[in-house]
């Protein structure tokens, strides 16, 4: 296969997003040995180049995954490469059932994450309170946290058109989020949640007071580097990990309070945390659900 093959396939395909690209350009690299002959290459060979490669299921799910999406753009056959992803793909389900089991053993209560959340606020960490609140009032992701804080007079700049911003809007009595930029933006559009939360107001005030900004003037993000430049999507993930309850990832706090209104049996709960994440309820419960194994 050459570059210009997955690069026409790129461009067939503008719907996948930046990361996704650079994603299945690094899973296409690992062919390098078998010299990224992928569209002619037998399909028992590419299964047994897979079964045989050195890295996890799940990578293994990723690099067959690609394999199945160019060989059927290119309209070559995928059968038996089908098949042995499926295999995987269960396989995969097995070891994350255990993982699962595992997290339940060690995970802490939602009531311990709020306590955690009130000893923030207590304790004045205003950027670690303002990331665990919204983190349990929006389930959000990390790239969600990726926000720009600005008064509501400044509010028009989020009607650009491809504005890939996300904001946090601080209002007299609440708080808006806007995020245009986030996993599944391309199946559910700009997303828009009202906070009333007088904390979270509160928190922020005082973090851009900390912070010697003067709110609404200068350039001002939740997360940024000690230059007050934007941060990378791996540094806020291991930003955020910096405040959240003993290091929990954001997927591990979905986890927690997703079984915990299962538990409470809470359907309007869940709904909430499925419109909020950008993911169906049956994902959201067969994925995040800790008892779902």
């Known amino acids: 296969m050459t570059e210009k093959q997955i690069e026409d396939y790129f461009k067939a395909n503008e719907q996948l997003s930046d990361r996704t690209v650079v994603s299945y350009k690094n899973l296409y690299n ?17 299964i047994d180049y897979i079964d045989h490669f050195d890295g996890s299921t799940n990578t293994k799910l990723a690099m067959i995954n690609v394999v199945v999406n160019l060989r059927r753009h290119y309209k070559k056959k995928d059968e038996k490469i089908h098949s042995r992803k499926m295999q995987l ?5 097995l070891y994350k059932n255990e993982i699962k089991k595992e997290k339940k053993e060690g995970l802490p209560t939602a009531k311990e994450l709020i306590a955690h959340e009130n000893r923030l606020y207590i304790d004045k960490d205003w950027t670690g309170f303002i990331i665990v609140h919204l983190m349990r009032l929006l389930s959000t992701r990390n790239k969600d946290l990726d926000l720009k804080i600005i008064p509501a007079n400044r509010s ?48 922020v005030i005082n973090l851009a007071k900390a912070l010697d900004i003067e709110f609404g003037k200068d350039e001002f993000y939740l ?38 209104f299962h538990k409470m049996d809470d359907i309007k709960a869940l709904e909430k945390i499925s419109n909020n994440r950008g993911t169906t309820l049956e994902v959201l419960l067969s994925e995040y659900h800790l008892d779902n194994v």
């Open 30 to 46: 690992k062919f390098e040995d078998m010299d990224k002959n992928i569209l002619t290459q037998s399909q028992s060979n590419i």
């Open 89 to 93: 793909a269960d396989d995969y389900k």
């Open 156 to 203: 028009q700049r989020t009607t650009k058109p491809n504005d890939k911003t996300n904001y946090l809007i601080i209002r007299s009595n609440n708080a808006q989020v806007i995020r245009n930029n986030y996993k599944t933006f391309s199946s559910y559009g700009q997303k828009k949640n009202l906070v009333p939360s007088v904390r979270l107001n509160r928190a």
């Open 223 to 260: 997360l940024s580097t000690k230059a007050g430049q934007k941060m990378s999507e791996d540094s806020i993930s291991k930003k955020i990990r910096s405040y959240t309850y003993n290091g929990l990832s954001e997927s591990d706090y979905n986890k927690i309070f997703v079984s915990e």
